[in-house]
């Protein structure tokens, strides 16, 4: 009895957080677009869509999460076999390393392409600064790392003997790769493209950043029509149609996934990888100018120019206008205290998603005999996954529109920092979820059977054998929350009140005023946030376990 209802809590607790920060922001969202001064008026819904700006702003978000989706799998899939099917030394440190540019803030990405191909940058001869291009580029800067480690994953798991059969017959490695690999991975795929468009059309700092409101996507056109226009329906109808392509994009990613993991049931264990060899060079190759073009070069230059003076020459100064803001500055107070601030509700924010996170991967780890109850675990799993897959923006907009004293409390959580690292939370939490779960999903139920049988009572088998798997993935978990706390921007852009602005925010401001010293100070402070995130997921990265885990 005990048991049962410790389980009951622990699963109603991250329910309870879901319901009230999350479901009904976003049901409140939803009847704003059909609701006028309290009755039920749908005359929004058909007054947005017959504006052609709001076809033009759907074009751009299929256009660049589609164009992003291509790019992403001609160098992802390259990357995934360097990196799971060859075997040298170093490959684990590099899949660590190439996990950085997932989690970096996008309010980063997008001023290393500003300071690449932006005025003064080395690509601007070019004359592709704000174009569809550099946001294709950017967008697949982070999902690279998406197909590879979902794909790869799955290669890795393949069994190699039909196409060791092909090549004794004859056949060539062109050939052997299209007609056998290719069908084989077909289902990781497809799985890995449905998630990095999921993510491309939700995309908010990249768009914001580098295309403006020429180039603007769904995200975009609600935080402007929200910031900047005061238009609440029509942001609301817009974020409806924003549901509609994320609900679509998730059934089609659940479907493929589905698929794909009774296709891993039938093969073999893991294969050890072949020594690379000379007919491997053009993917070896193609995987080098991934990493030193599209992850490399933009950071290299964002640092190169952040040390940059303003009439050209080295200069730290763009670094100590972060601690000593010049009187022309923008921003209220300095970047370092931006920077204190993000790192304190990171904290916080990490602490929420963390032990939310590990409640729900215990509730999800469990394999009860009962139908009924399988089928209330898998719709459990689905409901925490929901925050991934709808974008931040929406979330903040929700958090936005019903946190005026939630509940009869007579005060507005609008008004203060306390939502912030909420929305964070939200967003870190199927990150969490997803690191832990395959280590607890690892562990033998005879474990969990034999020491029952011992004598044990259920609440010492949850914290001898449950538990001490977790802890041994608690740091992989916490260095992703954290990683993605910091950088949040969407939902933060929408909830920083002036002069609390985190450090996302801060760049993002910076980047486009027009003062003397801001551009050079939001490279510098766009350095330091790069660093803070990299630094803690390759020490996350030390702490993974050898159980697998951390696939999106």
Request: hydrophobic share 55%; with cysteine.
């Amino acid at each position: 009895m005990r048991g049962r209802l410790a389980w009951g809590i622990a699963a109603a607790l991250p329910l309870v957080f879901l319901a009230l920060f999350f479901l009904w922001p976003v049901a409140a969202l939803v009847a704003t677009g059909f609701t006028s001064d309290g009755a039920f008026d749908a005359s929004g819904v058909p007054a947005v869509f017959s504006d052609p700006r709001t076809w033009q702003v759907i074009g751009h978000t299929v256009t660049q999460a589609g164009l992003a989706t291509v790019l992403s799998l001609a160098l992802g899939i390259p990357a995934a076999f360097v990196l799971y099917r060859l075997d040298f030394r170093g490959r684990v440190a590099l899949r660590g390393l190439l996990t950085v540019p997932f989690v970096l803030p996008t309010v980063v990405v997008g001023v290393a392409f500003t300071s690449l191909f932006g005025a003064g940058g080395p690509l601007s001869w070019t004359g592709l600064e704000r174009s569809l291009p550099v946001i294709v580029a950017a967008l697949a800067f982070f999902n690279v790392t998406v197909v590879m480690r979902t794909v790869g994953g799955f290669w890795s798991q393949l069994d190699s003997r039909t196409a060791q059969a092909a090549s004794m017959l004859g056949a060539g490695p062109v050939r052997v790769f299209w007609t056998i690999t290719v069908p084989a991975l077909a289902p990781a795929i497809a799985s890995a493209a449905a998630l990095v468009f999921l993510f491309c059309s939700t995309s908010f700092g990249i768009v914001l950043v580098l295309g403006g409101r020429r180039f603007a996507n769904i995200e975009t056109e609600i935080y402007q029509l929200t910031v900047q226009f005061l238009d609440l329906r029509s942001a609301a109808v817009l974020s409806l149609a924003q549901l509609a392509i994320v609900i679509l994009t998730l059934v089609v990613s659940s479907r493929l996934r589905r698929k794909r993991e009774r296709a891993v049931a039938m093969r073999s264990e893991r294969e050890e990888g072949v020594k690379p060899g000379r007919r491997h060079l053009p993917v070896i190759l193609i995987f080098a100018a991934t990493v030193l073009l599209l992850h490399g070069l933009p950071i290299i230059t964002l640092v190169a120019r952040s040390f940059q003076a303003s009439g050209g020459g080295f200069s730290v100064q763009n670094y100590v206008n972060l601690v000593d803001p010049p009187p022309e500055s923008p921003i209220i107070g300095s970047v370092l205290q931006a920077a204190c601030r993000s790192i304190g509700i990171a904290l916080i924010a990490t602490a929420i998603a963390v032990i939310l996170g590990a409640l729900v991967a215990l509730v999800l780890s469990r394999r009860p005999r009962s139908r009924a109850l399988r089928r209330s675990i898998g719709a459990f799993d689905a409901l925490i996954m929901l925050p991934l897959g709808v974008s931040a923006v929406t979330v903040g907009f929700g958090l936005l529109l019903t946190m005026h004293q939630p509940l009869g409390i007579g005060f507005d959580l609008r008004t203060s920092v306390v939502l912030i690292p909420i929305a964070q939370a939200l967003v870190a939490l199927p990150l969490v979820v997803r690191t832990i779960l395959p280590v607890l999903r690892g562990i033998d139920p005879r474990q969990r059977d034999a020491a029952a049988m011992l004598g044990a009572a259920p609440l010492r088998v949850l914290a001898t054998i449950d538990l001490a798997m977790l802890g041994r993935s608690a740091g992989l978990a916490l260095g992703f929350a954290f990683a993605a706390s910091l950088g949040e921007f969407g939902a933060t852009a929408f909830l920083v009140r002036p002069g609390a602005q985190t450090l996302p925010v801060v760049v993002a401001e910076l980047i486009g005023h027009q003062a003397m010293g801001s551009y050079g100070t939001a490279l510098a402070a766009a350095v330091v946030l790069a660093a803070l995130t990299a630094g803690i997921m390759m020490l996350a990265e030390r702490w993974r376990t050898n159980t697998g885990g951390g696939e999106w």
